[in-house]
T-cell receptor, first 111, second 115 residues
Framework: EDQVTQSPEALRLQEGESSSLNCSYT??????LFWYRQDPGKGPEFLFT???AGEEKEKERLKATLTKKESFLHITAPKPEDSATYLC????????????FGAGTILRVKS | DAGVTQSPTHLIKTRGQHVTLRCSPI?????VSWYQQVLGQGPQFIFQ???????GRGNFPDRFSARQFPNYSSELNVNALLLGDSALYLC??????????????FGSGTQLSVL
């Protein structure tokens, strides 16, 4: 059973068309939920860490929220340069120190 | 400041061969982790080292091994390569052991192709 599931697998948006990416998790002892951005041929780039339900964090056009079972990455008025794969990962007491990643959402923003 | 550096960037090997991948963490970082990312999937944890000791191991066969040197750089070794080992191998560093939810800084990875 997948512990971290991201949806949709791929998302195409027009420039300026806001949307949300979902990350659901089934771990019981969440220590932190991480969002990363990954460009083709590059390593993941850190965006946010969320620790408890109700927490929100923002960075430019991105806003991450967390509930007890899922996290959302809201993208407001996206631009073509926001095109990337967005990865969600959880750190949990039952996993030790490692991060468990979802498969990612591939975002394409067209001008 | 330099980020996490990995070498080589690309590598082509044949089945049965051995490979060594190298990683230099961000200056001052003492923890290095290795992840494998197969095309279309998220990274999967292989190893974590902190202060030259193994602190975590993922669900990978014994063909995979790693070590960390006194300068905190690290090597990942894979023996008896299989076609399924073809992947992007990512190294990540952090200041401490990640017990306090420290964020990981990733390198650009080594793309390994096994023919």
């Amino acid at each position: 059973e997948d512990q971290v599931t991201q949806s949709p697998e791929a998302l195409r948006l027009q420039e300026g068309e806001s949307s949300s990416l979902n990350c659901s998790y089934t771990v019981s002892g969440l220590r932190g939920l991480f969002w990363y951005r990954q460009d083709p041929g590059k390593g993941p780039e850190f965006l946010f860490t969320l620790y408890s339900a109700g927490e929100e964090k923002e960075k430019e056009r991105l806003k991450a929220t967390l509930t007890k079972k899922e996290s959302f990455l809201h993208i407001t008025a996206p631009k073509p340069e926001d095109s990337a794969t967005y990865l969600c990962a959880v750190q949990a007491w039952e996993y030790g120190n490692k991060l468990v990643f979802g498969a990612g959402t591939i975002l394409r923003v067209k001008s | 400041d330099a980020g996490v550096t990995q070498s080589p960037t690309h590598l082509i090997k044949t089945r049965g061969q051995h490979v060594t991948l190298r990683c230099s963490p961000i200056s001052g970082h003492k923890s290095v982790s290795w992840y494998q990312q197969v095309l279309g999937q998220g990274p999967q944890f292989i190893f974590q080292y902190y202060e030259k000791e193994e602190r975590g191991r993922g669900n990978f066969p014994d063909r995979f091994s790693a070590r960390q040197f006194p300068n905190y750089s690290s090597e990942l070794n894979v023996n008896a390569l299989l076609l399924g080992d073809s992947a992007l191998y990512l190294c990540a560093s952090s200041l401490g052991q990640q017990t306090t939810n420290e964020k990981l800084f990733f390198g650009s990875g080594t793309q390994l192709s096994v023919l």
